[in-house]
């Protein structure tokens, strides 16, 4: 399907520009400002250079950060994706058990991010929680704020339980809007359910799922308030991801010099990423649809 | 015997997505002696003392009120801004399109956390802070460039030969996106609004790093719970619960409109 070219396009997209610009743009020149200059106190400061980039660019502790950064990410985008399509396909087309199916699917998604970080820790407490004391129940014992590999189990289930649902919901409404003709030609073509997912359903969810796989990337890349609140980083470093170690210079030591050059470093990670991400999953629809 | 099986799965799934959330009405409606004391399947004796607080402690309530105004105001901005846009993405050709459109996106990839100060110089030059529309602005740099994702997806999977069909039957470009148009992408309409809420209603440093009583939003109230003698589990529970309500009402709204989806018979 061809575009029309024309440049008078440019008049519907104006206000959006304007709107994120407006928020955008000067934060980012700030920050940028900040990564090149050691701030001593207000209009007391230095230039630097690239100084900050280089000490935090040698930081032994945050390549560490960024390994178990892609490690999280990466298990959380495995799981929720397949998990929300098939939930999605799962769920009633229409009446009153699809508006309940929505409806519930929604709930985790609506409460703010601290209080996630925070039922979590009630939920998942051995002795008053009801997941921890069913897993101490079964014989094994389980402190997340003792074992390394129970915090970062917590913390996946807690991210798929949270956040499946944004892929259900969005993947939900992209089988909904395939034209009901293309089932019918593929019931008189007889073809099977997994043909009719691979060459319809699949290929028409390209576009959602394209912004349901990057939204999550970088929602799970960026994570903050949950983990920080739910294990605090802890036990020891084996959950302190990248933003929760920028919060730590840039809060706990007030080294805004380098935590500015670590947040834009963190941002072109994200933005390459993100952008990667994007090309394969453009190209990909090309190809197969 | 199919049908069954989905059914059974499905039904599985809800129940392990519902117990976080019935474990903090369970909460909610005990004391906080009786959380920490004992555990509980379910509540004892029942208490609706932390929700009697905080429909009566205007620090609360106003959080509510707060939060939802703001939540408001963004999602009709984000909606307003992107269905032009969004429509100008999906069907035009223009210079710096394709970058444009992923600029946009690129707002939602910094970490917040160094950006708050630079965040708040800026909206303090513009006399703009603890206003609810600083808020409401301020969540437009992530939710715009949702909004205008969701919706350009949706709109590309309408055939460009609808919009051609009805120029030529006479319709002008306002008439064709209201009447036409968009009764066919309301199933994107409605998701739309519904993530522009849910991003804006669950965001929490940029709202209290811009506010500090007037237009304090529920988020940041709740935080107040920890003090010195721990948290009052209860209440943050109540809390909790009746911060899922409004949302769940919104989707409540918008579900008719994400479950028709495609409508074609309409032309």
């Known amino acids: 399907m061809n575009k029309w070219e024309d440049n008078r396009a440019w008049f519907l997209v104006i206000p959006v520009f304007i709107i994120v610009a407006f928020s955008a743009i000067l934060p980012l020149m700030t920050v940028v400002n900040y990564s090149v200059q050691d701030i001593f106190g207000p209009g007391d400061r230095m230039f630097v250079g690239v100084e900050w980039f280089k000490e935090v660019l040698g930081d032994s502790r945050l390549h560490e950060a960024l390994l178990k950064q892609f490690l999280f990410s990466g298990l959380v985008l495995l799981i929720e994706i397949p998990l929300g399509i098939g939930i999605a396909l799962l769920m009633p087309k229409k009446g009153w058990g699809s508006s309940l199916s929505l409806v519930l699917m929604a709930l985790p998604l609506l409460i703010p991010w601290n209080v996630i970080g925070t039922i979590w820790i009630v939920f998942t407490r051995p002795d008053i929680g009801l997941l921890g004391s069913f897993i101490n129940g079964m014989g094994i014992p389980f402190d997340h704020t003792a074992s390394p590999i129970q915090a970062w189990i917590t913390l996946i289930l807690m991210e798929v339980w949270h956040w499946t649902p944004l892929v259900v919901l969005l993947a939900y409404a992209g089988l909904r809007a395939i034209p009901e003709a293309y089932f019918q030609a593929a019931k008189i073509d007889g073809a099977s359910a997994w043909a009719v997912f691979k060459y319809i359903q699949l290929p028409k969810m390209r576009g959602v799922l394209t912004i349901a796989i990057l939204l999550r990337f970088m929602d799970s890349f960026l994570i903050y308030a949950e983990p920080f609140v739910l294990t605090g980083g802890g036990p020891g470093n084996s959950t302190t991801f990248l933003s929760i170690y920028l919060v730590k210079i840039a809060v706990g030591q007030f080294d805004l010099g380098p935590a500015a050059a670590f947040s834009l470093i963190y941002f072109l990670i994200v933005l390459l990423l993100s952008w990667l991400f994007y090309q394969v999953l453009q190209n990909a629809g090309k190809g197969g649809a | ?267």
Not at chain 2, 1 to 10: D, E, G, N, Q, S
Not at chain 2, 43 to 61: C, G
């Open chain 2, 1 to 267: 015997m199919k049908i069954k099986k989905r059914t059974i799965v499905l039904i599985f799934y809800f129940f392990l997505l519902m117990l976080p959330i019935y474990w903090m009405l369970n909460m909610s409606l005990r004391t906080n002696a009786d959380i920490l004391g004992n555990f509980s399947l379910y509540p004892k004796d029942i208490t609706f003392a932390n929700y009697i607080k905080i429909f009566t402690d205007s620090s609360w309530y106003s959080g509510y009120i707060n939060s939802i105004l703001y939540v408001s105001i963004n999602t009709i901005i984000s909606l307003l801004t992107a269905l032009p846009a969004a429509y100008a993405f999906s069907r035009y050709k223009f210079i710096g399109d394709s970058q444009m459109f992923f600029w946009l996106l690129t707002n939602r990839m910094a970490p917040a956390a160094v950006f708050l100060l630079p965040f708040f110089q800026l909206y303090s030059t513009f006399g703009l802070i603890d206003t609810h529309i600083a808020v409401a602005l301020a969540h437009c740099l992530f939710n715009v460039p949702l909004a205008v994702w969701i919706l350009e997806g949706f709109m590309s999977g309408i055939p460009r030969e609808l919009d051609e069909t009805a120029y030529i039957d006479g319709y002008s470009f306002p008439s064709f996106f209201i009447f036409v148009f968009m009764p066919l992408i309301r199933a994107g309409v409605g998701v739309t609004a519904f993530f522009c809420f849910m991003f804006s209603w669950v965001e929490l440093l940029f709202a209290r790093t811009l506010t500090t009583t007037v237009a304090k939003p529920i988020a940041a109230t709740m935080t107040r719970t920890v003090s010195a003698t721990g948290l009052d589990w209860g209440l943050l529970s109540a809390a909790g619960i009746l911060t899922i309500v409004p949302g769940a009402l919104v989707i409540w709204f918008v579900r008719n409109h994400m479950a028709k989806g495609f409508a074609m018979g309409r032309v």
